[in-house]
């Protein structure tokens, strides 16, 4: 079914398809709690190096299933 027909029956569905997937710990959490700190980092330094800064004050992240202090 296209998403634009039934637009919010498709975010539903992958929301629990995604929550399945957690609960049944299909991904390696370290893993993606470290590529998730990785794309972070590398996301606002690409942003600062453009002249922009995506969240002023951050003093946290948050990854896959845990929150991280910036510094």
């Known amino acids: 079914m296209a998403e634009g ?3 919010g029956r498709q975010r539903r569905g992958t929301q629990k398809c995604w929550s399945l997937l957690v609960r049944l ?3 390696n959490t370290e893993q993606m709690n470290q590529a998730v ?3 972070r980092r590398y996301e606002d330094a690409s942003l600062r190096y453009t002249g922009l800064e995506s969240h002023q ?3 946290h992240y948050g990854l896959y299933d ?3 202090a910036k510094d």
Do not use: I, N, Q, R
């Open 25 to 27: 710990k299909v991904f």
């Open 57 to 59: 004050g951050l003093a």
């Open 5 to 7: 027909v039934h637009p």
């Open 66 to 68: 845990t929150v991280v």
């Open 37 to 39: 700190f990785a794309f």
